[in-house]
C-alpha cells in the first residue's frame, strides 16, 4: 500500500513538472510581445523624446548577423556606385553623409522594430560607413542624429528602406533603391 501511494505521488510530481514545463514554454513565446508593447506604451507617455533612444545593445548573435547583412549590403552598395563611375570615399563630405543616411535606413529595415532608432544601431552604422567611405564617425552620428532637416537625407534614408527590405528578400536591391540612385536623384554630384 505505501508503494502505491509513493507510485501515486511520484506520477502527480511528474505531471506538475510537465505542466510547470509547458506554462514556461508557453510564456516564453508570448513574453517579447507583451514586453515590446509595455515599452511602446512607456515611450509615449513621456512628453519629452530624445532624437535617438537609448536602449540595451542587441544581443551578440543579433548584433553579428545584423553587422554582417550591413557590411554585404554597404559592400554591395559602394560596388555598385563604383561601377557607375562615383567613388564615396573620393567623394564630398555631403555625399558621404548620404551614403551614411542610405545605410541608417537599411538598417532600420534590417534590425528589430524594437531596436530601430537606437544609439547602438547609430553606432554600428557609423562604424560600417567610415570604413566603407572615410567619413568620420562623429560626422555620421551626427548625420544619423539630424536626418529630419535634410529632405535629400530623409529621401536616402527611405531609399535604404526600400533597398534593404527588398534585398532581405531577394538578395538584391532594385536600380530605383539603390545607393547610387538616392544619391543621384536627389542630390548635386
Wanted: hydrophobic share 45%; proline share 3%; glycine share 6%.
Amino acid at each position: 500500500m505505501i508503494n502505491g501511494f509513493v507510485a501515486f505521488t511520484q506520477a502527480g510530481l511528474l505531471v506538475l513538472l510537465a505542466a510547470l514545463a509547458w506554462r514556461m514554454l508557453m510564456l516564453s513565446r508570448h513574453e517579447p510581445l507583451s514586453a515590446h508593447s509595455r515599452h511602446q506604451t512607456a515611450l509615449k507617455t513621456h512628453s519629452e523624446k530624445p532624437p535617438l533612444r537609448k536602449q540595451k545593445s542587441p544581443t551578440s548573435t543579433n548584433r553579428t548577423e545584423l553587422f554582417t547583412h550591413l557590411h554585404i549590403l554597404a559592400g554591395l552598395q559602394e560596388r555598385d556606385c563604383r561601377i557607375s563611375g562615383l567613388e564615396l570615399s573620393q567623394a564630398p563630405g555631403s555625399v558621404r553623409a548620404y551614403a551614411a543616411a542610405w545605410l541608417y535606413g537599411a538598417a532600420c529595415a534590417l534590425c528589430g522594430q524594437s531596436e530601430r532608432h537606437s544609439d547602438a544601431l547609430a553606432g554600428l552604422v557609423a562604424q560600417i560607413v567610415s570604413r566603407r567611405t572615410g567619413i568620420r564617425q562623429a560626422e555620421a552620428v551626427q548625420t544619423i542624429a539630424t536626418l529630419t532637416s535634410c529632405g535629400v537625407l530623409l529621401a536616402c534614408f527611405r531609399a535604404g528602406l526600400e533597398g534593404a527590405e527588398y534585398w532581405h528578400r531577394h538578395q538584391y536591391v532594385q536600380p530605383q533603391s539603390s545607393l547610387y540612385a538616392a544619391i543621384t536623384a536627389n542630390a548635386l554630384i
